[in-house]
């Protein structure tokens, strides 16, 4: 799909993503998927992980309308870490699961197990793998 294209399916999609809030996984992050590039990090949903090369350790630079096409994977107050996942604090003061001190994301063009269409986005967008 062309850049035009996804940037108008964006704009439709902000009108109905924004009264949605994204939802803590029950124990957090680290199920994995067999995709098409190997095995990758899921949500509780089964969907792919993704991390940000525009991040920095334990820093989301993903907001706005960013965050609208790329949902961070939120965490509940009362979430731990748990091995290489953390939880980190967003800017706004919500919570955010992070990967090797990455933070993770989800992508709205994601819309079943095994899909991975995020990975490799505009080069800096990854599939979060063990």
């Not at 190997?38 to 993704?50: C, E, F």
């Not at 994977?73 to 967003?90: C, E, H, N, W, Y």
Request: net charge neutral.
């Amino acid at each position: 799909m062309g850049r035009f294209l996804r940037a108008v399916s964006l704009a439709l999609a902000v009108a109905s993503l924004a009264s949605c809030s994204s939802v803590a996984p029950a124990g957090g992050p680290g199920a994995t998927q067999q995709t098409s590039i190997g095995p990758v990090y899921t949500d509780a949903k089964g969907l792919t992980l993704y991390t940000y090369d525009g991040d920095l350790p334990y820093v989301s630079h993903c907001a706005g309308l960013c965050a609208l096409a790329w949902p961070p994977l939120a965490a509940g107050d009362s979430d731990q870490p748990k091995g290489d996942f953390t939880v980190i604090t967003r800017a706004s003061g919500s919570k955010q699961w992070a990967y090797k001190n990455k933070p993770l994301y989800t992508y709205m063009w994601d819309s079943k197990p095994g899909d991975v269409s995020g990975d490799g986005e505009d080069g800096v967008w990854h599939a979060a793998k063990p």
